[in-house]
């Protein structure tokens, strides 16, 4: 193909602006959270001037040091794109709302910092349900900002009318509906602080078209009044001397990682907190990089599609340490049967986690950098006194079945490229400083298994939401959010099909991210399932991608303005990826055609209890109850 030239992918003078704080390879958990710090930067307070109320939104977003926002203009929200032309804030012009708000979720996730996506009334806000839907799922902490019909046409079905604050009520930590250009500072400062502290999670500021073109005065900063919201950071110091005890006496202790540990920065704690005790660790799909892949006490991801070990080292725990987990039912299987035996200390920023699936015998609430560090101290003090137990036979059983039952696949008896060999191919060539995003599926999963995640932020994926799509608008965020680091979105052919347009986006930007589709034909995890419990019976779930090959990747990735690449067998598998790797002006695209027929084990049926895990089709692992 002919790859855009720099004059034909030319914006304008403002596209060319550089970003104003690119975090590059910075750690991402090093984003403080639970202040004000997180999510207002210090800026110089600025007096009174007359500017209207769209000019005092685009000011309000300087002010908080947003760098970029995603979004696609419309009439309601047009007033506000008159300011943006002149503003120090990059605009990237998406090709889809729902794009605009998985793209502020993947720089969030990037970044550490508020992700930013912007769209009209009606249509242009309810498009961005989902995305928003998927921030709430995964606490990532965003702004949305919407565009509304005027105020005297709300409630009158005007066009373009949708009551946005409404229909996201229930999948927002907050949400705003502007009712004068006077209160947008104070409403965007106390947007950003919301979606920021505490647990995080999107915020929508909703501001009707009158009041955006409204006579106002812009000054900075203005004053919080959020009476009713105060995160509880510190924990309780008696539950934290409990949960010590309990560590130093228990003979199957096992550390529950989720990804709290990750958004309040606490990876480096959570290796002290584990090397001191010698706990072995699991992290959840939302906790990958948490704690290195590598450790000799990691023993992976829990849940139904986690390693044998770990989900058996929570199932046979007698003592269960929960660290910014929510106990998801991907993870315990069938609640009631789920770690019988355990005592479970539980402790998370939300006091609404705690007990809300399993029982907590010591609920401690609060930022899990704080609660590491203190459970550090107070451990110590503890192995001081001579409490410290031995758990060399758990270790024992646990590498046992590690041994035993390790992360595997067959290669395909059809001679097909295996999409797991793709997938470990292009962790081990990419390495562990490259960001991975995935979409939703059996690729997800098997980027979650073959990949080697060894560093926090390098892993992202909607883990709540579960939505197709993800992937690619949210590799495009990371790329922005950290522009020096490489960034591989790892998707399937079905996925890819429902946001892939926003590759357009990438080329005429300038945001070289790469992407492997795993194409297997097919709604590879749906058919999974119809295998597996519907005997055979492929109910709509092949694509055709295969058989017509329509769309034809390689060619649908031209036309988007990216380079496009196919590798059909294992041969050619590392010298594909490398050339992608080599390219670093342009997006591209490697149409991965793989079989149809693999599939993710370990498995633990939805239902059914963990103990119930299979290690692959009619393989159920084999333990000696006295020993475990």
């Not at 005007?158 to 209160?183: C, M, R, S, Y």
């Not at 073109?213 to 539950?239: E, I, V």
């Not at 991801?301 to 269960?320: F, N, R, W």
């Not at 932020?457 to 993800?470: A, F, I």
Request: a negative charge; hydrophobic letters at 40%.
């Amino acid at each position: 193909m002919t790859r855009p030239t720099p004059e034909t992918l030319a914006h304008s003078a403002r596209r060319a602006r550089t970003v104003t704080e690119p975090a590059g390879d910075a750690d991402p958990t090093t984003t403080p959270r639970g202040t004000a710090a997180a999510a207002t930067p210090a800026v110089r307070p600025s007096g009174p001037v007359p500017v209207s109320g769209a000019g005092s939104l685009v000011r309000s977003l300087e002010a908080l040091g947003v760098d970029v926002v995603f979004g696609i203009p419309g009439g309601a929200i047009l007033p506000a794109y008159d300011p943006l032309y002149d503003s120090s804030v990059r605009h990237i012009l998406v090709r889809h709302e729902q794009g605009a708000g998985h793209a502020a979720t993947g720089y969030a996730q990037a970044t550490g910092r508020v992700g930013v996506c912007m769209a009209t009334s009606g249509p242009g806000a309810t498009n961005l349900v989902t995305p928003i839907a998927d921030a709430y799922m995964d606490s990532v902490p965003i702004v949305a900002i919407t565009g509304q019909v005027a105020r005297p046409s709300i409630g009158t079905d005007a066009f373009q009318e949708a009551d946005i604050q409404g229909i996201t009520l229930p999948i927002t930590k907050h949400n705003f509906l502007v009712q004068t250009a006077e209160e947008i500072p104070q409403v965007l400062a106390e947007a950003f602080h919301l979606a920021a502290t505490g647990r995080p999670g999107p915020v929508l500021v909703d501001i009707p078209k009158d009041v955006l073109q409204a006579a106002t005065t812009f000054s900075w900063p203005p004053t919080l009044d959020l009476p009713g919201y105060r995160p509880t950071l510190h924990p309780h110091g008696k539950q934290i001397r409990e949960a010590a005890r309990l560590m130093s006496g228990a003979r199957r202790p096992v550390l529950y990682v989720g990804g709290g540990v990750l958004k309040a920065g606490a990876t480096e704690a959570l290796r002290q907190l584990a090397e001191l005790t010698g706990i072995p660790v699991v992290t959840t799909l939302m906790a990958l990089g948490a704690f290195p892949d590598s450790h000799r006490q990691h023993l992976g991801m829990p849940g139904m599609h986690g390693t044998v070990a770990a989900v058996y080292g929570l199932q046979k725990a007698d003592l269960i340490v929960a660290l910014g987990a929510r106990f998801d039912d991907r993870v315990t299987g069938k609640l009631d049967s789920f770690a019988p035996d355990a005592t479970v200390v539980h402790a998370d920023i939300d006091p609404a986690e705690i007990g809300k699936n399993r029982h907590a015998d010591v609920p401690i609430v609060g930022d899990a950098k704080h609660v590491i560090e203190e459970l550090i101290a107070a451990v110590t003090t503890d192995q001081k006194a001579g409490r410290r137990t031995d758990l060399g036979d758990w270790w024992h059983q646990l590498d046992d079945l590690r041994e035993r039952y390790p992360l595997g696949y067959d290669e395909p008896a059809d001679g097909t490229l295996s999409p797991q060999y793709v997938i470990k191919r292009l962790g081990e060539i990419a390495g562990p400083d490259a960001i991975y995003v995935a979409g939703v599926g059996q690729h997800q999963m098997w980027a979650s298994q073959f990949i080697s995640y060894e560093k926090p932020g390098t892993w992202l994926n909607s883990g709540g939401l579960g939505t197709m799509g993800y992937a690619v608008p949210a590799a495009m965020g990371a790329k922005v959010g950290r522009p020096d680091t490489v960034v591989w979105a790892v998707d399937g052919d079905g996925c890819f099909q429902m946001t892939n347009q926003e590759l357009a986006t990438c080329a005429l930007e300038g945001i070289p991210v790469k992407i492997a589709v795993i194409n297997n034909g097919n709604l590879g995890m749906v058919r999974q399932w119809q295998t597996l419990f519907y005997e055979g019976r492929y109910s709509n779930t092949e694509l055709g991608t295969h058989k017509h090959r329509i769309p034809d990747f390689v060619k649908l990735a031209e036309a988007l303005g990216c380079i496009g690449l196919r590798c059909e067998n294992a041969a050619d598998v590392d010298k594909t990826i490398e050339a992608a790797m080599a390219i670093t002006d342009a997006p591209v695209v490697i149409d991965f055609t793989v079989g149809k027929d693999a599939m993710v084990w370990p498995m633990v049926a939805a239902g059914t209890s963990n103990d119930e895990i299979m290690f692959a089709r009619g393989v159920r692992p084999a333990f000696d109850e006295d020993d475990i």
